[in-house]
């Protein structure tokens, strides 16, 4: 599964339960990651705020795969240009769901209902979320 459609199914069952066994049987580095960005207000991916991006009609990559590359744009010492420039490009390698969902991600602003930190921490405990 891609995590966009991780993320529906989460959305998509009612009770706490459900939606952490949604997450523990699709468990990836991938989603870990995202979620971490999202939810970890000590971590920041030094991207500008407005960038724009063109949604990919043929994916070349899956967001599984890029996540990695998003660790040097965390550190802060890549060239603002160029870590804008990077991101762009990850964004439009990726399904256009996927894309949207890093974005968010980014910006602290991904939601999903009944997605929160304390559930997250339910899930993998505090080593994912400080």
Same mark, same amino acid.
């Given at each position: 599964m891609e995590i966009y459609e991780i993320l529906d199914a989460v959305e998509s069952v009612k009770s706490r339960e459900e939606k952490?066994?949604? %997450? @523990? /049987?699709n468990d990836c580095l991938a989603l870990r990651d995202i979620l971490k960005i999202n939810f970890d207000s /000590? %971590? &920041?991916?030094? +991207?500008s705020k407005k960038l !724009?991006?063109? *949604? !990919? +009609?043929? *994916? &070349? /990559?899956? %967001?599984?795969?890029i996540t990695k590359f998003l660790v040097p744009l965390s550190k802060g010492n890549v060239e603002q240009d160029r870590a804008d420039a !990077?991101? @762009?490009a990850l964004l439009e390698s990726v399904h256009p769901m996927d894309a949207q969902i890093l974005t968010e991600a980014v910006a602290g602003k991904l939601k999903v209902k009944g997605l929160t930190s304390k559930l997250i921490k339910g899930v993998w405990g505090e080593r994912i979320i400080s």
């Open positions: 952490m066994e949604v %997450l @523990v /049987n /000590n %971590l &920041t991916i030094h +991207v !724009s991006w063109t *949604p !990919s +009609v043929a *994916p &070349t /990559n899956s %967001l599984k795969d !990077s991101f @762009v």
